[in-house]
């Protein structure tokens, strides 16, 4: 539909009988779009933090007489440029380039001058991982003003703040007023794939985007002791206006326990207090079990390390993941975000030791078996409180089917919700090293770059190693993330002396990394690179025999191994099927024949120990 009928559709929308018997939506802009369900009136604490349009610092966001607006790429960045040069508190770094060559920065707010005080922790702010969901940017924006000129630089005393605004800074640039048709303002908003058409927040193992190896590379530099990455959420409709977690929250699964029990234990109680003082309504970061049926239950939305709370869990790096809900308003949203930024910074500021042992605790874990391949529960496994919003159904003729209609109107009953959890289906051993051959820089680029130590030999080294037989490869029917996914049902090990040529590395996992490393290099892990059709060579036969070659070899074969017969003969009798095809018949002797292409569907790189 062309933008001027679209608009001619949302007025009628807007005057139509149904809409004017919707409850009222007094925090609406005019430009909203009437489809949305009514947002719930909003009068926070935190609207005290605003200025005036008149301030010399007043930020675009705020000088919006709906505070629905957030500014362009340039237009922040100049923002930003000016207060560096007025705050000695403020500085900019650029720390790596989008693929259309935009400069992707950070700003750094600290009282130590270019080099930070190691003793301090750090807390990183992660806005526009997905530009449409730019709430951090706009609450990043006003701290930092406050600290640089109105009276929150004691923040800085005893912690030191990076605040990355922008992150996939060309799907910021992509904009439009139809970006996110489930999302309440700003107005205008970024769009939710880089330049390229990916997904950053599925880039965190495989580091495939120029984006994600900056923004490793900016970790490995400043090591921060929290990291939080702000996102605005899709689906239900419900009170909470800012919700978070983190992978071990209320005793899940996490890869750091001792991390997860202090964001239990000492940052989520003193983060609740701080949102609720200031008129909002933290919530657990949950998904709907069913759109249709909003009271079906809550999961928890898997634990993969393709996102950043899953990858945090890896790499011991304590990492939040918020979703801002998407039917508040943007005022609301940044505002909140805002509370949570600050808390995190008093937070650490009072409980960073405690925290840093626990970062120290968990880089020590060696598992000797790693969970992997997370799916969701069957049955729930819990009950929680739910603090839902008031809705009906109704007969949609668009549809065909009843459809969900949230009144904005708040429960005054907690709904009661079943919860769904992970379990891992997978199992891993690890082992005492992995050999990954030269050929394959790519690889052993994305494993540096993820500050993974490695060795590299200087001539060929012959290895007793582990190889793996891959079985029954299957390709993804469609592509993900620029990648066509491949999938096995097992690996059979064979042991070889294997010779690695000159530049080849081996990558112990005696490591503080070392979780990433078996999840990145055992084939068998839904987030190896395997898994992600980064070896697709290895699925290709080379070589091929005639039937006339193989049938009279495969009956010489008969009659020189009586025991070779007998397990021929025995498939044919368990196996009507293969029986009765010719060609798997001489297939089965093919392979067992030294003829046979010994590299097809053999993993490369070898385990070893």
Do not use: C
């Not at 650029?94 to 930070?116: C, H, M, N, W």
């Not at 509370?339 to 409980?351: G, H, I, K, P, T």
């Not at 582990?466 to 066509?484: I, Q, S, Y």
């Amino acid at each position: 539909m062309r933008p001027a009928l679209l608009l001619a559709a949302l007025a009628a929308l807007v005057s139509s009988p149904a809409m004017s018997q919707s409850p009222s939506a007094p925090n609406s802009a005019p430009w909203d779009q009437p489809f949305l369900p009514p947002a719930p009136e909003w009068n926070g604490a935190s609207q005290g933090l605003l200025r005036d349009a008149s301030d010399p610092w007043v930020t675009a966001f705020e000088a919006d007489a709906d505070h629905d607006f957030s500014p362009t790429y340039a237009d922040t960045r100049a923002w930003f440029d000016r207060l560096d040069s007025a705050s000695d508190l403020i500085r900019i770094e650029q720390f790596g380039t989008s693929p259309e060559g935009r400069p992707i920065y950070a700003v750094i707010a600290s009282k130590d001058g270019d080099t930070l005080d190691p003793s301090k922790p750090v807390l990183l702010a992660q806005a526009g991982i997905h530009p449409g969901e730019i709430d951090g940017k706009d609450a990043g924006m006003m701290l930092l003003r406050d600290i640089a000129f109105y009276g929150r630089d004691d923040l800085l005393d005893r912690v030191n703040l990076i605040l990355i605004p922008i992150l996939s800074v060309d799907g910021h640039e992509r904009t439009s007023a139809y970006s996110r048709p489930n999302q309440r303002g700003p107005r205008i908003q970024g769009w939710r794939n880089t330049a390229t058409n990916q997904n950053l927040n599925r880039d965190y193992l495989k580091l495939d985007q120029p984006e994600m190896r900056a923004v490793r590379g900016l970790i490995l530099k400043y090591r921060p002791d929290l990291y939080v990455d702000i996102h605005v959420t899709d689906g239900l409709d419900y009170q909470y206006d800012v919700t978070y977690g983190y992978n071990g929250e209320n005793g899940s699964y996490s890869r750091s326990p001792a991390i997860a029990t202090w964001l239990d234990q000492a940052f989520k109680p003193a983060m609740n207090a701080a949102l609720e003082a200031k008129g909002h309504i933290p919530g657990e970061l949950v998904f709907g079990q069913d759109d249709a049926d909003p009271r079906a239950g809550l999961n928890d939305g898997g634990l993969g390390e393709r996102f950043s709370n899953g990858w945090g869990s890896a790499a011991r790096v304590p990492t939040i993941l918020i979703e801002n809900h998407s039917l508040k308003p943007h005022e609301q949203r940044v505002l909140g975000t805002y509370v949570f930024l600050e808390q995190a910074m008093r937070s650490l500021a009072e409980r960073g030791d405690d925290l840093r042992a626990a970062i120290t605790a968990d880089s020590a874990l060696r598992p000797a078996e790693i969970p992997a391949n997370f799916v969701q529960d069957e049955a729930p496994s819990s009950t929680r409180p739910f603090k839902g919003i008031l809705y009906d159904t109704y007969d949609s003729p668009a549809s065909g089917r009843r459809e969900i209609r949230w009144s904005g109107q708040a429960d005054p009953d907690l709904w009661q919700m079943p919860f769904y959890g992970s379990h891992p289906t997978l199992t891993l051993r690890r082992p005492a090293a992995y050999w990954v051959p030269s050929y394959r820089t790519d690889i052993i680029e994305r494993l540096a770059t993820h500050g993974i130590q490695m060795e590299t030999v200087s001539e060929p080294r012959a290895v007793d190693v582990e190889m793996l037989r891959l079985t029954d490869p299957r390709l993804a029917t469609r592509a993900n993330e620029g990648h066509v996914a491949v999938a096995i049902s097992g690996v059979t090990p064979e042991r070889k002396t294997w010779t690695f040529p000159t530049g080849s590395v081996r990558v112990p996992t005696d490591q503080p990394l070392g979780d990433i490393v078996v999840l990145l290099l055992e084939p068998q892990s839904s987030e190896s690179f395997f898994a992600w059709g980064f070896f697709p060579e290895v699925l290709s036969r080379v070589e091929y025999i005639e039937g006339y070659a193989i049938a009279p070899l495969a009956e010489a074969m008969m009659a020189a191994d009586p025991a070779l017969k007998a397990e021929f003969e025995a498939r044919l009798a368990a196996e009507p099927a293969f029986a009765a095809d010719g060609d798997a018949r001489l297939q089965w002797f093919y392979e067992r024949t030294p003829f046979y292409d010994d590299h097809y569907r053999l993993y490369p790189v070898g385990r070893e120990g």
